[in-house]
């Protein structure tokens, strides 16, 4: 760490924490986030450079977002460089496909943390009853499983393993409660648990 | 259409919000308040904030960003802004700058004496100053756990920052005596205020915060190969006006 550094930033950016009058007042937490992944389009970049030179809150900010970021394994942050374009412009491509056939894509590097739930509906039901296996390991039932979040608008791909919480028993009542489905796919693992709705 | 709830609920985002808290409050309750204060936010509004998320950077980048502003948030409304405790601004000039140092911005008392030896702020011993500075050590500091345990774990915080870490700049700055300190601190001010505004921010992140080049990188917009060839040229730069003045050597300022 270096703390001379750190003393001769601080000395030149004691005292205000907030933007200079007449400028934008600081940095929205959406566009902070896309400007730490590298998302953010030039011209805000350019705006935003310029107010983070003189406003000690936005830096700050900043800052401990990359900290946070920095945190984490390496193999679970987005790909940069020329990869991480060519996924960009494949991605691009995709959407197009999507939409004018009908297909949907998902880019698969966006699809580190996702949390949906679902009505329990047969086609979960009956994939769900399959067998009382809480680690699903067999690439046919993962795959169709993968075809019923799509369907349902849950954008996943590339999926190695489903894990289901508890074993699901199916209400045999004519009364019987709503059921959900709450899944969380995580690292290309579905984490899933079926709740009374 | 993304479940905020479950979000919010998530193991990852509750420890994340804890951590925050702890890190950023020395006392429980304010540790409390604050976590309760964070997941209320996240909450209010049928997840208002949550749902500004523009699905460009990654939703974990996101919730980092929005937690880091709502500690802050809670902060102000706690305390308001920052000032000096009563105890602080009757000692003066000296142990405002400790306080400043050492609760604001998290140095160790080590650091702050140096400091204000370069910044002529204090003239006495270590030993000396350790004695001055039991007073400031009875001040409140919410920003800084370490601040207020003080006489529990001294040695963490008058540990002074290892050598093996330190970037070029400092390197070269801490070889150097009293005097040399104190000119190389405002040559490298100087360096900085005439350099471009991103130029400035990527030695600033890279050298004043101990980001990654890469991460740094990112926040420009440009590769990390051209941050690292960009860092190397303002590096020079500034070793150059440190030579002009009779500080540093080829062989005591290395670039790599």
Redesign the interface.
């Known amino acids: ?12 950016m ?1 005292e205000p ?1 907030s933007g200079s009058a007449g400028e934008p007042s600081h940095i ?13 389009d ?1 011209k805000k ?1 350019q705006a935003y ?2 107010h ?2 003189r406003c000690r ?1 936005c ?12 945190s ?1 394994p390496s193999a679970d ?2 790909a ?2 020329l990869f991480g374009n060519i996924r960009t412009l494949a991605a691009s491509i995709a959407l197009i496909v999507a939409i004018s056939g009908g297909v949907m894509f998902y880019q698969r590097d ?1 699809s ?6 679902l009505p329990v509906n047969k086609a979960i039901s009956q994939i769900l009853l399959e067998n009382d296996s809480l680690t699903w390991k067999g690439q046919d039932r993962i795959s169709r499983f993968e075809a019923i979040l799509i369907e349902n ?1 849950i954008p996943v791909k590339g999926l190695d393993e489903v894990v289901l919480k508890a074993p699901y028993t199916q209400t045999k009542s004519f009364f019987r409660p709503k059921e959900k489905l ?1 899944i ?1 796919i995580e690292n290309h693992v579905a984490y899933i648990e079926v709740t009374l709705e | 259409m993304m479940d905020f709830r479950a979000l919010i609920c998530s193991e990852a985002t509750l420890d994340l919000v804890r951590k925050k808290c702890r890190i950023y409050f020395s006392d429980e309750n304010d540790r409390n308040e604050c976590y309760l204060f964070i997941l209320d936010q996240l909450a209010a509004g049928n997840y208002q904030k949550l749902s500004k998320y523009s699905h460009q950077s990654r939703i974990t980048t996101y919730v980092y960003a929005l937690v880091n502003n709502l500690v802050v948030d809670f902060r102000r409304k706690k305390y308001g802004r920052r000032r000096f405790p009563a105890i602080i601004k009757r000692l003066g000039q000296w142990a405002q700058a400790v306080y400043r140092y050492v609760c604001w911005q998290q140095f160790s008392y080590a650091d702050a004496y140096d400091f204000l030896l370069v910044d002529n702020l204090y003239a006495g011993s270590w030993d000396d100053f350790l004695s001055d500075i039991e007073e400031i050590r009875t001040a409140p500091c919410a920003q800084n756990p370490q601040f207020v345990s003080a006489h529990a774990g001294e040695d963490d915080l008058l540990e002074n920052t290892r050598s093996e870490e330190l970037n070029p700049l400092d390197m070269l700055i801490a070889k150097l005596d009293r005097e040399k300190q104190r000119l190389a601190v405002q040559i490298v001010r100087e360096a900085l205020d005439t350099m471009a505004e991103a130029d400035r921010l990527l030695i600033r992140l890279v050298y004043g915060s101990d980001h990654k080049t890469s991460q740094a990188a990112n926040v420009l917009g440009i590769s990390p190969q051209q941050a690292r060839r960009r860092l190397k040229t303002l590096l020079l730069e500034i070793k150059e006006n440190l030579l002009k003045n009779g500080i540093g050597s080829s062989s005591t300022v290395r670039l790599s």
């Open positions: 760490m270096g703390k001379w550094m750190k003393k001769i930033d601080g000395q030149a004691q924490e929205p937490a959406e566009d902070l986030a896309d400007m730490v992944d590298g998302r953010l030039s970049r450079i310029t983070l030179d809150h830096y700050d900010l900043l800052s401990r977002t990359l900290t946070d970021v920095e984490v942050r987005p940069r460089g966006r580190q943390l996702i949390i949906a739930s608008n709450n969380r």
